[in-house]
């Protein structure tokens, strides 16, 4: 009879470790799928504009023309 149940302890023990572990598939499971309620589910701040706003470097010299796929 031992020899039965040791496989499904195995199977038993592997799924709940990987569902346990890995966030995503937790995510999925306690918070199903989107809806309308979502911004009482999680967490929010309100947003305040930087002093110093990032930008990115102009360009000294333009790129090359992009080959196109044949």
């Known amino acids: ?3 039965l149940y040791k496989p499904l302890w195995l ?3 592997f799924t709940v470790s990987i569902g ?3 966030c995503q598939l ?3 499971i306690f918070y199903n799928f989107a809806d309308i ?3 009482k589910s999680f967490p ?4 305040t504009r930087s002093a110093q ?3 990115f470097r102009q360009a000294t010299t333009p790129l090359p023309p992009l ?3 044949r």
């Open 1 to 3: 009879m031992d020899r």
């Open 11 to 13: 199977a038993l023990v």
């Open 20 to 22: 346990l572990s890995s």
């Open 26 to 28: 937790s995510r999925f």
């Open 37 to 39: 309620t979502d911004d």
């Open 44 to 47: 929010w701040r309100p947003l």
């Open 53 to 55: 706003p990032f930008t």
């Open 67 to 69: 080959a196109t796929a």
